[in-house]
């Protein structure tokens, strides 16, 4: 009886080991899609002198184990440019998307750049404003 008991033990301990395994080499998302985590996704430049061209760098870390493509970014306007990497980011790397506003009209905006990815949130949106003064 007590040699039963015995590999009854033994073969739930291991089974137990067997299905503990299945995550261990997976320490980032447990998702089959791939991952953006943004440092920032709004910024605020606060005032901006008229005719001189605001920019500002999004970084993102690739947090999951596949490969992140990013596929278009699209400003709300012509006044808004963006240059973003063309080649996949790679688990674990960071990345950066720059945005440009040409502020040449006075006043408050609000600009927007849609980017276009291959994660599970096909499309994440990075807000820009400010006030452009004389």
Do not use: R
């Not at 040699?3 to 261990?24: E, P």
């Not at 080499?25 to 002198?49: A, C, L, Q, R, Y």
């Not at 870390?61 to 306007?77: D, G, R």
């Amino acid at each position: 009886m007590k040699q039963i008991s015995l590999i009854f033990f033994i073969s739930l301990l291991l089974t137990g080991v067997a299905n503990s395994q299945t995550g261990y080499f997976n320490t980032g998302n447990k998702s089959s899609d791939p991952t953006i985590e943004w440092e920032e996704t709004m910024h605020d430049f606060g005032k901006v002198p008229k005719g001189k061209p605001a920019s500002v760098v999004f970084k993102f870390k690739n947090t999951s184990l596949k490969p992140v493509l990013i596929y278009n970014v699209e400003a709300s306007c012509d006044c808004t440019a963006a240059d973003y990497p063309k080649q996949p980011v790679k688990p674990g790397e960071t990345a950066k998307i720059t945005a440009t506003y040409d502020a040449e009209k006075a006043g408050a905006f609000f600009k927007s750049i849609t980017v276009t990815t291959n994660t599970k949130e096909k499309q994440h949106i990075l807000k820009m404003t400010g006030v452009v003064v004389d």
